[in-house]
């Protein structure tokens, strides 16, 4: 009897499901033991997390700049549209004080009118679902590379479950946003808990609701990794805003990863090892 073939790209990984089976999103099956992807934790370390989100970045990174600054440079064309709108429908009368040093001073706006309240609702409400496809098509991406395969600059582009990721992020925004004013505290605790709500959902075709559940419960019961797995993704966020906002090209992506690598590795489910 002859030896069957080696798996491909030698790591060892099962086919991946048809489209349509649970867990289709991250290209391989569900690991045993419980729902899809929660077949435990594998040994997970922060240090491991960044160095397999620089390798995989360092192989990637064309790809990944080239999303990141298209991605950003929407924020920003958008954000403009929608001050543009709210200026033109209420302009207001703005005035100015400045100290003696000229360094300080202060301002005063009239109200913006009900036309630029409404501007401001709908130009929210625009910046949410733009925001959850940028979110979706990206996190998208990167799962890609954790599933191993080849990307593109395209790869970053394909949205999916964008009304899905809409309610998680108004989901996870409430809940934040409630913490936030209890002291601040319980809203810096609450995105530390429901820090992989959108990678559980793109990954394992959650609904919002489990996916906010499956961060919560993986984020309890491994609540020392997730923090200091958040407490990296901030610094690096941090250090990369610092670079003259040009570092943010390198920061974001990474912290992406980082995050996706501890969302696999924690639940038990695989990521393509490091790329020589």
Request: a neutral charge; one cysteine or more; aromatic letters at 10%.
């Amino acid at each position: 009897m002859t030896n069957p073939p080696p798996p491909p790209h030698g790591g060892g990984y099962p086919p991946p499901p048809p489209p349509g089976a649970p867990g289709f999103h991250q290209g391989y099956p569900p690991a045993p033991g419980g729902p899809p992807g929660f077949g435990g934790a594998q040994a997970y370390s922060v240090g491991d997390a960044f160095s397999w989100a620089w390798n995989k970045f360092s192989k990637n990174a064309g790809p990944l700049i080239i999303a990141t600054l298209v991605y950003g440079l929407i924020v920003i064309a958008l954000q403009l549209i929608i001050n543009f709108l709210q200026s033109a429908v209420s302009p207001g009368v703005t005035s100015y004080t400045s100290d003696d040093s000229g360094f300080s001073y202060s301002w005063s706006t009239s109200s913006m009118g009900l036309a630029g309240i409404l501007v401001a609702i709908v130009g929210w409400f625009v910046s949410l679902i733009v925001g959850a496809a940028i979110q979706s098509g990206y996190i998208g991406g990167v799962l890609d590379i954790a599933n191993g395969q080849q990307v593109s600059v395209g790869s970053f582009f394909r949205p999916r479950s964008i009304g899905q990721v809409v309610i998680a992020g108004l989901i996870v925004g409430i809940i934040t946003t409630i913490g936030l004013f209890l002291c601040v505290i319980p809203g810096l605790i609450a995105s530390i808990m429901l820090l992989f709500t959108v990678v559980a959902l793109l990954d394992r075709n959650l609904s919002p609701v489990d996916a906010v559940k499956a961060s919560f419960d993986l984020s309890k019961n491994n609540f020392g990794n997730v923090f200091l797995t958040w407490l990296v993704m901030l610094v690096t966020a941090a250090v990369g805003a610092l670079v003259c906002l040009v570092g943010l090209l390198v920061a974001i992506p990474v912290v992406a990863l980082i995050e996706v690598y501890a969302w696999r590795r924690l639940t038990g489910a695989q990521v393509a090892p490091l790329t020589p």
